[in-house]
């Protein structure tokens, strides 16, 4: 069996659930050459899955060795040091990556290293480039929004609110993020309505509700304020 057949098995098997089948496939086409950069990399994500991280990340670098001009190799050797926490071995496997092909999954899993080491700045150039790239993908406008408040960049954290909850409707996050900011700008009326919004969309949470009581508490709406505890 060549190695696309020996693809195609084990791609087979773990899209039928059969885990281990795939995996032993994978070692099978290892057996027969163990540079194949393929098996390699799909070997190393099984592990990964399974929580073997240090076996994952040694089956990672050699896919990336054997094929040293793929983005997709150097991205998961990225995300293989990121689950060990080796965060600045993380980046330097990212921006590899992305020297390669820049691509917004890749600046959105190096932003999350740069936010995790504190460098907030970084971070948020990454995740702007994330967007830029895929406006759609809303996990990074959430990690935007993160580092945005963390280092207290108010406007800018309101104005990606609106984009981001014209984008997706739909997700509480952005409606709840905009009530808190609407409280520190002291419009409990405005913080008030989109807590609404987010208690709508996912009831029952309980930072939500308190933000939802203290804008009406401010209003002077007591007997409803405390409704919301």
């Known amino acids: 069996m060549n190695e696309i ?28 050459d163990p ?3 393929g098996a390699l990399d799909f070997l190393g994500a099984i592990r990964r899955q399974q929580g073997r991280r240090e076996e994952a990340l040694q089956l990672a670098k050699r896919a990336a060795a054997a094929k040293p001009d793929s983005s997709l190799f150097l991205f998961n050797l990225g995300d293989c040091y990121r689950a060990l926490g080796r965060l600045e ?15 917004p999954q890749t600046f959105r899993a190096l932003g999350i290293a740069y936010a ?28 935007l929004l993160a580092c945005l408040i963390k280092t207290r960049r108010w406007s800018e ?5 609106r984009k981001a909850a014209a984008i997706a409707p739909m997700d ?5 993020a ?17 807590f609404r919004k987010a208690v709508r969309l ?23 304020a405390a409704g919301q505890n």
């Not at 970084?122 to 993908?137: G, V």
């Not at 954290?157 to 609110?161: Q, W």
């Not at 509480?172 to 709840?176: C, K, S």
């Not at 409280?183 to 405005?190: G, I, Q, Y």
Request: net charge positive; aromatic share 6%; proline share 4%.
């Open 172 to 176: 509480p996050t952005f409606h709840a």
């Open 202 to 224: 996912q009831p029952g949470k309980a930072r939500t509700l308190v933000g939802l009581a203290v804008a009406l508490n401010r209003l002077g709406k007591w007997p409803e």
């Open 157 to 161: 954290a309101g104005e990606l609110c």
């Open 116 to 143: 995790r080491l504190g460098r907030f700045d970084d971070a948020i150039c990454a995740f702007q480039r994330s967007i830029q790239l895929q406006p759609e993908a809303i996990a990074a406008y959430k990690h």
């Open 89 to 103: 071995e993380a980046i330097d496997a990212y921006t590899r990556s992305l020297r390669l092909a820049e691509m």
């Open 178 to 194: 905009m009530g808190d900011l609407h409280l520190r700008a002291r419009s409990p009326a405005k913080a008030a309505e989109c």
């Open 5 to 32: 057949h020996h693809a195609a098995a084990a791609l087979a098997r773990y899209r039928a659930g059969d885990v281990q089948g795939a995996a032993s496939s994978c070692e099978v086409a290892l057996d027969a």
């Open 35 to 37: 540079n194949r950069a």
